[in-house]
């Protein structure tokens, strides 16, 4: 169930923070001193949410938010995942911009006043971009395979070293919050979305208590899930794996008749075995790749995805029932946002 906080006046609420929480118990009060110190020209926020902790991570924000009005837990009653934090945040926040890092201090809360300042410049996504290696050789080398991998196949690239360390304008956090779509990759969401981005590097530091959540399992869960929510050529390759297969054994087949008829000799009934197994066999895999055609077609239904954002209508009451944003955001929610080309699909 969502959760919304109450504050008494949100209209001068500049940042929300949020900080998904994995048994950070021991990162709690740091991330907290950090943040509010470089935060102190700003009206803040702050949303953790505690992911199913099994450690003291909920007590120790308790404790923060009898001393501070400011800081807001959202407890989850059990590890529903990175992701899904990142989600309950959006929904909570009430800010102008909302800003999500790590509760672990890999995500220098420092550079917060430059994020600031380049939202201010009217960009409505500043994505932090790691300008050094976070984790070790094996992980970064996976993550870099998986997303030039990602990127070589899908139309809407995602860049490789981007973290869930950014800020969105409270136009952005609208249209992800209407969004229906489950289990959504805000990382591949907010490039396929086409707000207005500005990236800026950070120098990601060393986890400052406890231990990494993000192994080996739940990286490959990850990736799946991206490839899987936002590429379709996994299906697509069914047909063209068929067509290829079935041309080339379509072809040995002429080729072994025609060889025959200028003197050769085959092994008898081998050609028409191999030619047309393998034949079948592409046909089949061809008519995979058509059902996995129906299958996005429905896919594409069931995650109603904004067909379009609108940048902004003038005037905004002349809009008649087919220009209205496909995005219904809440009801405070202006009318705007960036154009988007109609029935797009996943590549
Ligand atoms: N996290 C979470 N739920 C999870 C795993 C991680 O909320 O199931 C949080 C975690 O507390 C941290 C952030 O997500 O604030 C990144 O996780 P972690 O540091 O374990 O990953 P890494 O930085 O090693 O990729
Ligand atoms: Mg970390």
């Known amino acids: 169930m969502d959760w919304q906080h109450s504050t008494e006046d949100d209209s001068h609420l500049e940042l929300s923070i949020v900080l998904p929480c994995f048994n950070e118990e021991g990162n709690v009060l740091p991330v907290y001193e950090r943040v509010s110190a470089v935060c102190r020209e700003v009206s803040w926020e702050m ?12 007590a120790a ?14 407890r ?11 989600r309950a945040g959006y929904r909570a926040a009430r800010g102008a911009h909302v800003l999500t890092l790590d509760a672990d201090l890999q995500h220098p809360p420092e550079i917060i006043p430059s994020v600031l300042a380049k939202a201010r410049e009217g960009y409505d996504v500043v994505q932090m971009v790691r300008a050094g290696e976070q984790t ?4 970064n080398f996976l993550s870099r395979s998986f997303y030039k991998f990602f990127n070589s196949i899908s139309d809407v690239p995602i860049i490789e070293q981007a973290s869930d360390f950014r800020l969105i304008s409270r136009r952005v956090c609208d249209v992800l919050n209407a969004l229906p779509e489950r289990n959504l990759i805000v990382r591949a969401i907010l490039p396929y979305l086409g707000f207005r981005a500005a990236n800026l590097p950070y120098a990601p530091a060393d986890r400052l208590h406890g231990q990494s959540s993000y192994g080996f399992r739940k990286s490959l869960q990850l990736g799946s899930q991206t490839l899987f929510n936002f590429s379709a050529f996994p299906l697509k390759l069914a047909m063209r794996l068929g067509v290829l297969i079935s041309g080339l054994a379509f072809a040995y087949g002429i080729y072994n008749v025609a060889a025959k008829f200028f003197g ?43 067909e379009y954002v609108l940048a902004e209508s003038v005037p905004a009451a002349a809009t008649g029932p087919e220009d209205k944003p496909r995005v219904k955001s809440p009801a405070s929610t202006p009318p705007d946002a960036s154009g988007r080309p109609q029935g797009r699909q996943a590549t």
Not at 47 to 58: C, E, R, Y
Not at 76 to 86: D, Y
Not at 136 to 139: A, H, R, S, V
């Open 76 to 86: 989850f009653i059990r590890n529903a995942g990175h992701q899904q934090a990142l």
């Open 264 to 306: 050769h000799r085959n092994v008898p009934g081998y050609t028409d075995l191999i030619a047309s197994t393998l034949f079948l066999g592409g046909l089949i895999l061809v008519y995979l790749g058509i059902l996995g055609r129906y299958v996005l077609v429905i896919l594409d239904h069931l995650k109603r995805r904004p």
């Open 47 to 58: 949303l953790f949410v505690d992911d199913g902790s099994a450690d003291g991570t909920a």
């Open 61 to 74: 924000v308790e404790a923060l938010a009898r001393r501070d009005s400011r800081v807001h837990l959202l």
């Open 136 to 139: 070790g050789f094996l992980k």
